[in-house]
Every structure is written in C-alpha cells, then in structure tokens.
C-alpha cells in the first residue's frame, strides 16, 4: 500500500566546537553580539522530516511516495534515493532555490547554536495530492506553511486519510488554524511538548483533541508514548537502545512504524510498539538515517523487546 509523505527534504550541516560557548559570548556584551568559531569537524547528513520517514518506511518494506520541493542543489540526494529505491516522481526541483538546509553548531557542553533555510521548501504549496496515484494512506509532516495546509485540504478533499504530525511546523499556526487541521485528518501526532502546545493554543484538552481524530498519538522520549484512540489511552513502553547516541529523526522513525501498523491493519498497541522499536534503532546512530537493520533484524528487536512475533 502506497503512502504519500508531504513534508521536507533537507541537507543537515553539523558542525563541532571543540570549546564551550560560554567561555566565548559575554553576557554583558550580548547587545554587540560578534563570535567566530573555529570547527574542525563537520558533517553533512540527509535528513528533513519526508527523507526520514521514507527512509525507516522503505526499511520496514513499505512502499513510501515523497512528495516535496528540493533546490538545485538536490543532485546527491536523488542519487541517495535512486540507490535505496525511493522514487522521486513527486519531488518539485525549484530553480534558483537551495535545499532546504540546517547549520548545527554544538559545543563540549551539547549547547546549540542552529540557523536553518527553508529554501525551495517555501514552494511546497506547489505540489498538489491528486497528482499522485493509488495512495492510500498519507502524511503532512513539517514543511513550508502553505503547503501543509494546501497538503491537508486535498488529501480530505480525495478521501484519503492521513496523519497530521506539525512537529516544529506547530507554531506556524494559530488555535482556529490547528482545530481545522485536526478536523481534516484521521490521526495525528506530537512529541509531548508539541502536545502542550496544540491543547494550550486550541483551548482543548487531549481528551477532546484525541476526540476529533481516530487517534492521537503522543511520543515522550525515554517514557515511551501514549495513543489516544476510542476513548482509551495505550501506554507504550520506550524500548531500551544498544547506545544514546544521537536522537536526530527518531521521532521520524516512530512515525514510520506508526504507519506500517496503520496500512497492515494492527492493532495500536502494537503499531506503538512497532513505533518505539524503530526510535530505538535509529537512536544509536548519528544522523537521520544512517541505520541499516533489515526487516529481520526489526522483527527480531521486536522479539527480544516484547516477547512476540511481529511478521
């Protein structure tokens, strides 16, 4: 089953000082604010929230669509996606537009300094849903503001259910704008913070947010996650990680397990659990997606971490 990802492709640019802000910034002077780092180590990794979800999706064997708008610069990242079987037949190249792109700067103390361009993902709204075929199941996850609403009125507008994640698109959106996005979607979900900030804006408790959709899904960290669903809560465990060492895309990777279940009719405990398995996989990794296990593997983490058989 085809699922659609609308959401961001994006180049992360992470870089290291090997000192700590604080013995650098004055405070007394921060109003003439001039620093420069010197960081000898850098990465660049792909990532952006589509990129992530499709890559743990296509791990799982599922059959994921991005839909999204990259800059002219995107050539390694269709080379990327060519080599893992990702089409990229909906993927808008933007001329005279960049990538979208963040530029991490972490010291000794994990303080972070970030800048992040959106670049062509501003023109997200371009990209129209009836233009892709055969989805059943859809996504509108972080991305440029017009598209996501563009984004979640056509994929109601066709009948096709969808999950809203607005993730750190959130405070994009005023209360009346978010309660319109969750009368328009099947599910949605947000990371406990995001979760506080929905209820706070639309004056609504997750009672009555999770009322409005099919289920509501709450991720927290090493606590595990809740889903809201048919007026009971499923308390889902954290499964523990071989190491802690970088959470960059996890939640992206529990959305992915999330979807698996949806599309191949689990129940939600186990949608959940398969959700958290994944968010422990990719955890011990550095980047968004530089994990690798096979489906095998993934069953067999899920074994060991629940006692029983996924597939």
């Not at 530029?103 to 129209?128: E, K, V, W, Y």
């Not at 859809?138 to 507008?157: K, L, N, T, Y």
């Not at 090493?222 to 007026?231: M, V």
Request: with cysteine; proline share 5%; charged share 20%.
């Amino acid at each position: 089953m085809t699922t659609l990802i609308c959401g961001s492709l994006a180049f992360d640019n992470i870089m290291v000082f090997a000192d700590r802000f604080k013995n650098h910034i004055l405070p007394e002077q921060i109003h003439i604010l001039n620093v420069s780092f010197l960081v000898p180590d850098m990465r660049r990794e792909y990532g952006g929230c589509a990129g992530n979800i499709a890559y743990n999706l296509k791990l799982l064997g599922g059959e994921p669509l991005i839909m999204a708008t990259v800059g002219d610069d995107a050539g390694p990242y269709f080379e990327r996606l060519d080599r893992f079987g990702i089409s990229r037949a909906h993927i808008r190249q933007v001329p005279g537009t960049f990538t979208a792109q963040a530029f991490i700067t972490t010291d000794l103390d994990d303080n972070q300094i970030t800048a992040f361009h959106p670049g062509a993902m501003s023109f997200s709204h371009l990209n129209r849903i009836e233009e892709a075929a055969g989805v059943r199941l859809g996504i509108v996850a972080p991305d440029g503001r017009e598209g996501m609403v563009q984004h979640a009125r056509d994929f109601a507008a066709a009948g096709v259910p969808f999950i809203f994640d607005p993730g750190q698109g959130l405070p994009l959106f005023n209360g009346d704008e978010l309660l319109a996005f969750m009368d328009l979607a099947d599910y949605a979900c947000c990371n406990d913070y995001e979760a506080r900030l929905l209820a706070d804006r639309t004056g609504r408790s997750l009672a009555e947010l999770a009322s409005a959709v099919r289920a509501l899904i709450v991720t927290r960290g090493g606590e595990g996650s809740d889903i809201y669903a048919n007026g009971v809560v499923h308390r889902i465990p954290c499964v523990t990680a071989d190491a802690i060492i970088d959470p960059t895309g996890c939640g992206d990777a529990y959305r992915a397990g999330l979807i698996h279940g949806i599309v191949n009719g689990l129940d939600w405990p186990a949608s959940g659990r398969l959700a958290s398995v994944m968010g422990a996989i990719k955890i011990a990794h550095r980047g968004g997606q530089n994990h690798a296990p096979s489906r095998d593997e993934i069953a067999a983490r899920y074994q060991q971490a629940f006692g029983s058989s996924l597939w």
